[in-house]
């Protein structure tokens, strides 16, 4: 998984995911959710592509210490199978997600239109925040906009692996769920949040869907915006296009938004 996250079967239903993060030492929801991917499709035919997951982070992780993977089966039919994956850390529960895997069959195909523009050559690394994350030192990464202030921006950005990848579908599903946790907690801010402030929430929620097949050492595009900020949480909802249009996946996230102290509450 690119250095990402290695996972191990240790018996029938039960798994190990070692976090590879690079220089952080919080474990994120991407490398959690790609864990619980992989170990769920590992209780499956192997025939059934992923089609959903709906993940909850229920504590922060850490990445010096392994995360214990466990599946539960509740459902296989002739085209689809679910799976619930709890992740604990020191025996403690950090992430539950349910994953929907449904086989594909001939049918209509339809998107609504792409209304932005599709160039990756366009793009600027200089301007990407997730450009910076070490998790992604194997990825080619690009702002799809230029910020007219000259600072950098979190969405949209384009991305693809430095490294020709294997015609693994897994691999491939499992990095585009990968991207889409990253920076969309600061994109679920409201317009005009600082960008200091918009490094802070938690995410609460992750909700993902594959639509079709995208491979992800060709560039995609990945833009996440904000729908709602209230009660103290954030919510942002984005799309993972490939280079000719093609709608690979949306996604929704819920963050919590720190607290604002009382000087900030003022301003």
């Not at 690079?22 to 474990?27: V, Y």
């Not at 210490?65 to 459902?75: I, N």
């Not at 992740?87 to 950090?94: C, E, H, L, R, W």
Request: with cysteine.
């Amino acid at each position: 998984m690119l250095d990402l996250v290695e996972v191990q079967h240790l018996a029938e239903d039960a798994f190990c995911c070692v976090p590879s993060t690079g220089n952080s030492t919080r474990l994120g929801g991407s490398e959690l959710m790609v864990a619980g991917l992989l170990a769920a499709s590992a209780t499956t035919s192997g025939a059934l592509p992923p089609a959903a997951v709906h993940a909850s982070f229920l504590r922060s992780g850490r990445s010096d210490a392994p995360v214990e993977v466990t599946v539960a089966r509740l459902h296989d039919g002739r085209s689809s199978a679910v799976r619930v994956v709890t992740a604990t850390q020191d025996g403690v529960p950090i992430m539950t997600a349910t994953f929907r895997f449904f086989a594909a069959r001939p049918a209509d195909d339809w998107q609504r239109e792409t209304v932005f523009d599709l160039t990756a050559a366009e793009g600027e690394e200089q301007f990407a925040v997730v450009a910076t994350l070490p998790t992604l030192r194997n990825f080619e990464v690009r702002a799809a906009v230029r910020p007219t202030d000259g600072k950098r921006v979190i969405h949209p950005y384009w991305v693809k692996s430095k490294a020709a990848l294997p015609d693994d579908p897994l691999l491939h599903a499992a990095l585009v769920l990968y991207l889409t946790d990253l920076g969309t907690t600061g994109s679920a801010r409201a317009p005009g949040t600082p960008m200091r402030e918009r490094m802070g929430p938690m995410s609460l929620d992750h909700a993902f869907w594959w639509h079709r097949p995208v491979r992800v050492d060709e560039w995609v595009h990945v833009n996440a915006t904000s729908l709602t900020e209230a009660s103290g949480r954030a919510l942002a909802r984005g799309e993972v296009v490939s280079a000719n249009g093609v709608l690979a996946a949306s996604f929704s996230q819920d963050v919590v938004v720190p607290a604002q102290t009382p000087e900030r509450r003022t301003q």
